[in-house]
């Protein structure tokens, strides 16, 4: 059935996008140093193909015939449908880029901050906004770009609905903060 084809296919690509999270993993324990550069061509490489399959014409045809068994294949059909949509929105090449871009500044940024030199990562930090800054305009089409890129954390969520959270907060985040600085004094 199609939503067989569809959940088949699905443990395939998050097979897939486990090994470029241990390829991650890889980076921050137990790379060797001057590894950076090709780790990012295969973390790019890695983020092409899953691209790919997760913008696959064929997700979108099984998406639009599978039935779900159940509550639970349901749910993981809508799952995959947000992000066949959210995916297909980004083009390839700026995810494969971002990927590419950020593995290696990981590398840059360790080396920063070991010779405490936040200039040295300053440009590689730039690159990564810009590209962020590329895929949030994608995915917002038109819309806020935080909240394009909030979407991905926490769904349904908005910049304004974090703001009036925020300010229904600070009048006890203030009196907090106020009665700890008054413990301090009284330690004086």
């Known amino acids: 059935t199609a939503f067989d084809a569809l959940m088949s296919f699905q443990r395939e690509t998050e097979a897939l ?11 921050e ?24 399959r997760r913008t696959d014409p064929r997700v979108g045809e099984w998406l639009a015939t599978a039935n779900a068994p159940d ?24 995810a494969a880029e971002l990927a590419r871009t950020t593995s290696v500044s990981q590398g840059i940024w360790a080396e920063a901050r070991a010779n405490n030199d936040v200039a040295h990562f300053l440009p590689t930090l730039k ?7 590329e895929k949030a305009a994608a995915l917002a089409q038109g819309g806020d770009l935080y909240d394009a890129l909030l979407e991905d954390y926490e769904p349904g ?10 300010d229904e907060m ?18 004086e």
Do not use: K
């Not at 959210?86 to 390839?92: E, H, I, L, N, S």
């Not at 009196?175 to 330690?187: I, P, S, Y």
């Open 17 to 27: 996008a486990q090994v470029a999270g241990r390829l991650g993993w890889d980076q």
């Open 29 to 52: 324990t137990v790379m060797p140093r001057g590894s950076a550069e090709q780790r990012g061509e295969e973390m790019g490489a890695m983020e092409g193909i899953l691209h790919a």
């Open 71 to 94: 509550d639970v294949g349901a749910r993981a059909v809508e799952l995959i449908g947000r992000a066949f949509d959210r995916t297909a929105r980004v083009p390839a090449a700026l």
């Open 127 to 133: 690159r990564v906004v810009d590209l962020e800054r």
């Open 157 to 166: 969520t908005t910049s304004a609905s974090l703001a009036a959270m925020f």
């Open 170 to 187: 600070r009048p006890r985040l203030v009196a907090l903060r106020e009665g700890h600085r008054g413990g301090e004094r009284g330690l």
